[in-house]
């Protein structure tokens, strides 16, 4: 059984040829016993998960006074997390969704890491709009619910409330996505924890594999199910990012008040994205010797677009900075001036460096290919992603139109707490995710090894397997 | 007839003897008692009591029940009236005319019996219904926790019975007695403790002013044989001239004279008064003034001589011999005297140093221009400032030898310069009393402290100026264990009556038969409109006696050069200090540094940048061999090499809030007696770093509209000026008004037609126009900056205080502030004032964001805020222009961050009665800001509809109340007219008529097109070609030679 195996092409998996290969690579970090190192990490992401829970309920405890904010700057670190996260979010559906549309095989063996991404960096992003009330508990008010308050309502005009839905559509979409893909890989391994014995495993991944079969029918529905959902999520890509934007664009206040933010956002989104599939990835590859699956040419490829959203949001930097001086608007000018010379200038060139700069290095392949020096630059593409945001929302703010009100913005211990802490969310998740869940979508990488051996074993076990 | 046997069974019928036994019993049946109580069953209910579990039980019961009752349980005093008072109808506010401590004529609003704000009493012909800041704020001292609660003999409680035997009994064998007071207004309290003191062999009356004018009453006893100090006219006057006089801010009564300069100040009617200033510090009135020079204290003196021998040559009189020669940059002086001496009898001098000789000068000055009669009277005194520096400090030598000493509204201990011997001298005298309502530095060294009333709960009468009275009534009960000062001096003085009869004793005298009617109709018309005026007659107008050759003698060798030199001023809100413990004047930002809570050391910025002092630097200043540590506020407009400390701070014994702030020092030990006066400047000042810092709280941080530092580089860019700020000259003005504005793109409604729009039922409603359309139109002309509407607005809508350390977090909660942007060069800028408030935009960029709904437009314009369904995105605050929203970071009346300011503090019951019930406490977490005072529109709409009996006129238009009827609080209480506010649509409305036709009119940050509410009028500096061309070429009023600063190095 031996096909034709192009000479040019990228071998999308390597140094294995059998399909029992592939499941029992990933299946081997559930089915043992969690390891020293797993529990440390998670120890440790739990325990910064506790610092987030700490610090958001003194805040709520206290009043948002806890935070450094002021009557100028009303919004600084909790607005900056929140699309901060939600841009992370974008590189999972991206890959999961777009790329699949447009038929990149490399995308199958990281597309499940990356969705798990998605849904995590979405919740982290989701709590922000309710902390950052100054009544959280009456967050339900953002939800235009029929109620026995009079005529009261929502506004339709305002783009926070935007945002609740396009946060929302995202959520559901991408956690529906996510769930479905992870159905054949459920079932196998419900299949293989039946047969070693697990019973308690077993049961929660029959649960779970919502009584999966294997059969020609239920893969042909899967696929098109799967189809369906790429192209509800593509769109989604696009509009969540730029409904995000529209808290600034829509707004008076110079250096919000721009027309480039949609686009600008979207790519600077899928850049700071990659950005973190990069970091979790490389850790991934290390920690799960998952090389094989993912290989240096996927790390290529997400360097590759790295390199491009990386160049089109320091083109949206410049373009910002000329159309502010073409514009003749005085607030314009002295806003741009003010974001890169002012006193906050230092985050401004933080931005600048790590979002334009940096992702050049890209360029060269022995850069690219070292994977301790990409793992630098993917946390310098972090850092830099997050300042772009304050950037945005805090010398914007600090200085408007009437000098009277300028001031300045410094954080609190607690603001710094919630942004520390918001990382112990995310990996808690994730490393949940990463212990219990397949971290690999094991029958799509069957499906683009090039050259699946005979299995050693006798075919009832193939096909159980 | 019989009625029938009834029988209930067979067995009552038989008579059987079992059942006749069970009829004796209560149940017929047996009730398991013993089995349920039994404890033969384990499981029963052990219960069979014995005598042991019985008392154990009770003694359970009665503890248990004891220590329930322990618990706290707090108490609700909302009891509500059993037998309604007559004039009280709950929830329907009542007015009384008083006068407040300050000698302001005052509407004291009542509800449910306690004063909740205060307002200028319109039907005074002199002030007219100016109030300023202090006064405003004299309210929430009758809420003071910190007030004396009764009576007390040496720091321990004690009765009034007690302390009037024990007073009574030391006075019987005093003979030297006297009574320390600050000026006192009322003539009928003047008759008391005249009457008091009358009784003894050696009685007499001190009178003390912290920040004395003993110097004016003195010269015009040299100079006109009459030792008082005038009224003054400065509505009558074409040119006015300001000497160290603060006259908007601080000095004498600033109510009534901004009352009055904005009365001259007027572009709109023809003629434009013109304000010189020659001052050291920037004050108030130098920054409303068209030319202002800034001169050292010490020149002061040069200045005087040399105006005085100018004005003498041009109106022909003799000059004083040997004045060494003087002037002011770009000879300055010459084209004053000149002003003066052309506007003959309409023009004024005023000055406010405390010096004999300088005053005589000034009297000169005044008599030969012609003042007196016209913008100074002598003959018709003002009875404000009535202190003697030289009685003060005879007193202050012969204290050992005093057998009794009361003070009566006075705190010599901490605001006099004598300070030291009444310290000392107070441990040996024999009897002391203080009379003052709250602690003080001065009443904890008393042997007695016999804490007077407040005024709101006192009867008092007062006299201003001569010929004009006041009535002050009680509108409260005595919250506490107090008596009114008077009727102490009437019982120890053994009078007999109460004082509130001899008020009306005495002005039983001043009711003629002629008025008409009976003392009981006049007395009670009186005190319902709280002011009376009497015709003053002068046979004789004063004539000028003074020798101004001589007096002028002491002056001619003052200026002492280069050396440092310090002035010790007031500042707008805290003044001479009596207040300082009162939170809302504490957290009222100072006019010009905009700096809240705190004591700083003014410097120039000359010296500034020479020394390389920052805003926000902790220096050592040294005076006369003490030190004290102070932050450094960098101050464009002040003279080089002078420096400046505000009086007031650093109370030790003032109260919680007064003493709060720890790095603020007293500099009261640094004022000097010099020639028998008491003066606030002094040289001999040494400043040096300490290389620490202490942060001012100030709430505008960045001092220009337009950094001159950026314009080098980036060209003219960022010149905002334009779009915020409109400024002119009279001159322009009246020869074009149409092109003011006309740069704008064309007239505001004009603007409106081309407008995509949101909101187009904001604009598009052809019934709109039945409606109320509220708006506002602010006189950046009149506005002199005083800070009155501040503290008014904090009163009327219950602002929080939020305390120094939130103030530095830029989290002050006023929902009005004045902006004070600089132009020009940072030694003598050019200054002007902004009130901005919420601007009730049509296009309001705050209701687009607002995802809730919760900030929303009315049909009459108004951007409403819903507190109850705010949830706290902040995202209107982000997008409002003006940045006038504010938010409630905090639950200021829980928190224990704000247990010393807050006055609405749930430790402080008292402070919120201060409250006023139409308006919400907002709760935290919930935004807020200016509502045009809607319970004030709701009110007056309400009344207007009353008084019309239906709601909607015939036509279908709702009923309007008539133009002027609702005033917002902070239009009441400016002083100087400059908020107008009314119904657009009105044509007959005073602000529809300044939308249409003023040509003045315009908005802040058009461009935006939010279409605010809110219209500002452009301001005219009444600057002819001569002053422009003196300006520029002494640039600005700089010493000649002196160069024009290059370095912003002090703007941040």
């Known amino acids: 059984m031996s096909h034709h195996e192009s000479p040019i092409r990228q071998q999308w998996v390597q140094n294995t040829d059998y399909y029992t290969q592939i499941t029992e690579d990933v299946c081997r970090p559930i089915e043992a016993k969690p390891n020293l190192k797993w529990l440390a990490a998670f120890g440790l992401s739990f325990l910064v998960l506790c610092l987030f829970v700490g610090a958001v309920a003194w805040t709520i405890w206290e009043g948002i006074g806890a935070w450094g904010l002021n009557k100028t700057v009303g919004w600084a670190f909790d607005i900056t997390n929140f ?68 005529s009261l309502w929502v506004n339709f005009n305002s783009p926070l409330l935007w945002d609740v839905f396009a946060i929302s559509t995202y959520f559901s979409v991408s956690l529906v996505f996510w769930y479905l893909g992870m159905m054949p890989d459920f079932g196998a391994l419900r299949d293989r924890l039946r047969k070693k014995g697990q019973k308690i495993a077993a049961k929660i991944f029959a649960t779970l594999a919502f009584g999966w079969d294997g059969s020609m029918r239920t893969w042909s529905r899967y696929e098109i199910i799967t189809l369906i959902l790429a192209g509800l999520a593509t769109p989604l890509v696009l509009s969540v990012h730029s409904i995000v934007s529209m808290d600034f664009a829509t707004a008076v206040i110079p250096g919000w008040h721009t027309t480039i933010f949609p686009p600008y956002f979207v790519a600077g989104a899928i850049f700071s994205g990659f950005g973190m599939v990069q970091t979790l990835l490389i850790i991934q590859r290390a920690v799960y010797k998952h090389e094989n699956y993912i290989t240096m040419d996927h790390m290529e490829s997400i360097a590759k677009i790295v390199i491009a959203t990386g160049s089109l949001v320091g083109l949206a930097y410049m373009t910002e900075f000329f159309i502010a001086w073409y514009s003749g608007s005085i607030w314009e000018r002295y806003t741009f001036v003010n974001r890169a010379f002012g006193p906050l200038g230092w985050s401004y060139w933080i931005m600048f460096s790590c979002n334009v700069i940096t992702p050049q290095l890209f360029w060269f392949r022995k850069i690219r290919t070292n994977m301790f020096i990409t793992f630098i630059i993917s946390i310098f593409i972090n850092i830099g992603m997050w300042f772009e945001r304050f950037v945005i929302i805090v010398t914007s703010l600090h200085r408007d139109f009437l000098p009277s009100s300028w001031s300045m913005y410094t954080p609190t211990w607690v603001e710094a707490s ?48 | 007839m019989n009625s029938p046997k009834y029988w209930r069974g067979l067995e009552e019928l038989e008579q059987k003897p079992e059942f006749l036994a069970t009829m004796e019993k209560e149940f017929p049946t047996d009730v398991p008692i013993e089995d349920a109580l039994s404890n033969t069953d384990e499981e029963a209910l052990s219960f069979q009591t014995d005598r042991r579990n019985f008392l154990k039980l009770l003694g359970f019961g009665m503890t248990a029940a004891t220590m329930a009752a322990c618990v706290e349980t707090p108490m609700k005093h909302a009891v509500p009236y059993v037998e309604k008072p007559e004039d009280i109808i709950p929830g329907v506010p009542n007015y009384y005319a008083s006068t407040t401590d300050t000698g302001i004529p005052v509407v004291v609003k009542t509800r449910e019996g306690r004063p909740i704000k205060l307002e200028g009493n319109p039907d005074s012909p002199l002030y007219k219904g100016a109030v300023d800041a202090v006064g405003q ?98 509505n009558n006057a074409n040119v006015i001239l300001g000497i160290s006089c603060d006259f908007l801010g601080t000095w004498m009564e600033p109510a009534l004279f901004n009352k009055q300069y904005a009365e001259t100040r007027d572009p709109d009617s023809g003629s434009m008064s013109v304000h010189y200033q020659i001052e050291s510090l920037l004050t108030t009135t130098g920054s409303n003034a068209d030319l202002r020079m800034p001169v050292k204290p010490s020149q002061i003196g040069a200045v005087l001589l040399n105006l005085y021998n100018k004005v003498a040559r041009t109106v022909g009189q003799p000059t004083i011999p040997g004045v060494p020669d003087f002037n002011l940059a770009a000879n300055v002086l010459d084209k004053i005297a000149k002003d003066l001496a052309a506007n003959a009898g309409k023009a004024v001098v005023l000055c406010g140093v405390n010096d004999v000789a300088m005053q005589d000068l000034v009297n000169g000055i005044n008599y030969m221009i012609g003042a007196y009669g016209n913008t100074v009277d ?44 009444f310290k000392a001298a107070l441990a040996n005298t024999k009897l002391s009393v203080s009379l003052a309502y709250k602690a003080d530095e001065t009443s904890i060294l008393c042997k007695y402290t016999a804490p007077d009333h407040h005024y709101l709960e006192s009867w008092n009468d007062a006299m201003q100026v001569e010929g004009h009275y006041t009535l002050t009534q009680p509108t409260i009960n005595p919250i506490y264990e107090t008596r009114q000062a008077q009727d102490s001096f009437m019982q120890w003085g053994g009078m007999t009556g109460s004082y509130s009869d001899r008020i009306k004793n005495t002005w039983q005298s001043k009711y003629t038969e002629t008025e008409g009617g009976s003392f009981r109709k006049f007395w009670e018309e009186t005190l319902r409109k709280g002011v009376f005026t009497e015709e003053v007659t002068t046979d004789q107008p004063a004539t000028f006696v003074g020798d101004i050759a001589t007096a002028a003698n002491s002056l001619k060798n003052n200026n002492t050069g280069d050396t440092p030199e310090l002035v010790l001023y007031e500042k707008v809100s805290i003044r001479d200090g009596k207040y300082a413990n009162n939170p809302w004047l504490q957290e009222m930002p100072d006019p010009i540094t905009r700096a809240t809570w705190d004591n700083y050391l003014l410097v120039p910025v000359q010296y500034a940048t020479a020394n390389n002092l920052k805003q926000n630097d902790e220096v050592n200043v040294t005076v006369g061999g003490t030190s004290l540590k102070l932050g450094v506020v960098v101050q464009p407009g002040q003279a080089n090499n002078t420096f400046g400390i505000a009086l007031g701070y650093g109370r030790p014994n003032g109260g919680r809030c007064a003493s709060v702030i720890k790095g603020s020092p007293d500099v009261y030990p640094w004022v000097e007696v010099r020639d028998g006066n008491v003066r606030f400047e002094r040289a001999g000042v040494e400043v040096a770093k300490t290389g620490g810092t202490y942060e001012i709280a100030s709430i505008q941080t960045f001092h220009t509209l337009f950094d001159p530092a950026k314009q080098e580089s980036f060209g003219n860019y960022y010149d905002r000026t334009e779009e915020i700020i409109s400024e002119t000259s009279f001159d322009a003005y009246s020869k074009n008004p149409d092109e003011v504005n006309s740069h704008r793109a064309g007239s505001y409604l004009n603007k409106r037609r081309h407008l995509i729009t949101l909101w187009e039922s904001h604009f598009k409603d052809k019934s709109s126009d039945r409606y109320i359309r509220w708006a506002m139109a602010i006189d950046l002309n009149k506005c002199t900056g005083c800070g009155a509407c501040v503290v008014s607005c904090q009163a009327e809508n219950n602002v929080p205080v939020v305390g120094k350390e939130e103030v530095m977090n830029r989290r002050e909660m006023h929902w009005i502030r004045i902006d004070r942007y600089y132009s020009g060069s940072p030694q003598n800028p050019n200054v002007v004032f902004q009130p901005m408030l919420c601007q009730h935009c049509d296009n309001a960029p705050c209701e687009t964001v607002c995802p809730v709904l919760a900030t929303i437009h009315s049909h009459e314009g108004l951007n409403q805020m819903t507190y109850n369904r705010c949830v706290g995105t902040r995202y209107c605050a982000n997008n409002c222009p003006y940045k006038v929203r504010r938010f409630n970071w905090f639950n200021y009346v829980v928190g224990d961050q704000f247990t010393e300011f807050n006055p609405a503090h749930k430790t402080n019951p008292l402070g919120y009665l201060v409250l006023n019930p139409d308006v919400t406490v907002r709760f935290r977490g919930v935004m807020e800001k200016c509502s045009f005072c809607v319970q004030r529109l709701q009110d007056g709409k309400l009344k207007a509809k009353l008084r019309a009996g239906t709601s909607l006129n015939s036509d279908g238009s709702s009923v309007k109340p008539v133009d002027g009827e609702i005033q917002t609080a902070c239009q009441q209480s400016c002083p100087t007219g400059a908020i107008v506010f009314g119904d657009l649509n009105d044509p007959e409305s005073a602000v529809h008529k300044l939308y249409k036709e003023n040509q003045r009119i315009y908005h802040a940050l058009e461009e935006v097109k939010t279409l605010p509410s809110v219209a500002y009028m452009t301001k005219v500096r009444n600057r002819d070609a001569e002053i422009v061309n003196l300006m520029k070429e002494g640039y600005g009023g700089l010493e000649t030679g002196e160069k024009a600063m290059e370095d912003n190095s002090w703007l941040m």
């Open chain 1, 83 to 150: 699309v901060f996260w939600v841009g992370i979010g974008h590189a999972g559906t991206l890959i999961s969704a777009v790329l699949l549309l447009f038929r990149q095989a490399w995308r199958n063996s990281i597309n499940r890491a990356t969705e798990a991404m998605t849904i995590f960096a979405v919740i982290c992003a989701g709590m922000f709009p309710i902390i950052h009330m100054g009544r959280p508990w009456l967050g339900l008010w953002f939800l235009p619910m029929p109620n026995t308050r009079g």
């Open chain 1, 418 to 465: 919630i942004l520390i802490g918001s990382f112990g969310l995310f990996f808690t998740f994730y490393f949940l995710f990463a212990k219990y869940l397949p971290t690999i979508n094991m029958f799509e990488v069957k499906a683009i090894l090039k050259n699946p051996k005979q299995p050693k074993h006798t075919m009832e076990e193939t096909v159980n397997n």
């Open chain 2, 137 to 234: 704020a004299t309210l929430l001292n009758v809420y003071d926790v910190d007030r004396l609660k009764g009576p007390a003999k040496g720091g321990d409680d004690t009765n009034w019975t007690t302390i009037d035997s024990e007073v009574k009994a030391a006075l019987a064998s005093s003979s030297k007695v006297r009574v320390v007071s600050r000026s006192v207004l009322s003539p009928s309290t003047k008759g008391v403790i005249d009457e008091f003191l009358g009784g003894f062999a050696d009685g007499q009356h001190v009178t003390y002013d912290p920040v004395s004018y003993s110097a004016i009453a003195e010269s015009h006893e040299k100079d006109f044989g009459k030792k008082a100090v005038p009224s003054y006219s400065i």
């Open chain 2, 378 to 421: 002598i003959d018709r005194p003002s009875y404000y400032k009535q202190g003697d520096d030289k009685a003060m400090a005879t007193l202050a030598g012969e204290l050992s030898s005093v057998d009794a000493l009361f003070f009566y509204d006075a705190n010599p201990v901490y605001d006099s310069p004598h300070a030291a011997a």
